[in-house]
């Protein structure tokens, strides 16, 4: 069965920096594409980052510059590496996967950005 487990969330100051941490499995993680989204509380899930099976990546205009979406194909891990984190990046972020139209999901991260 396909399975995302995220990792690497946390307490961050403003301006600092956290890594994020994806482990996929059950399905060719190499020929999908992949996804962060994130979730702040009161407000829908929104894409993040996204990246394909070659690597090309797509980024939310609020993290351009900022953030990085990676992966490591013999692996099969997703990252997010996030710098000058803003308090408006706090949220739970998400792994996520569709294969065949079916959308799959971690159990999230929380990140929390705060003084």
């Known amino acids: 069965q396909v399975q995302l487990a995220e990792s690497g969330g946390g307490l961050v100051q403003p301006g600092g920096s956290l890594t994020l941490s994806c482990a996929a499995s059950?399905?060719?993680?190499?020929?999908?594409?992949m996804n962060w989204y994130r979730q702040a509380p009161g407000k829908e899930r929104e894409l993040v980052a996204d990246i394909t099976n070659t690597g090309s990546s797509n980024y939310q205009d609020s993290v351009k510059g900022r953030f990085t979406i990676a992966r490591d194909n013999a692996k099969n891990r997703l990252y997010l590496r996030m710098t000058s984190l803003k308090l408006e990046d706090t949220a739970v972020y998400y792994c996520?996967?569709?294969?065949?139209?079916?959308?799959?999901w971690g159990q999230g991260t929380q990140v929390t950005v705060s003084s």
């Open positions: 996520h996967v569709r294969l065949r139209r079916v959308h799959y």
């Open positions: 059950g399905f060719t993680f190499s020929t999908y594409d």
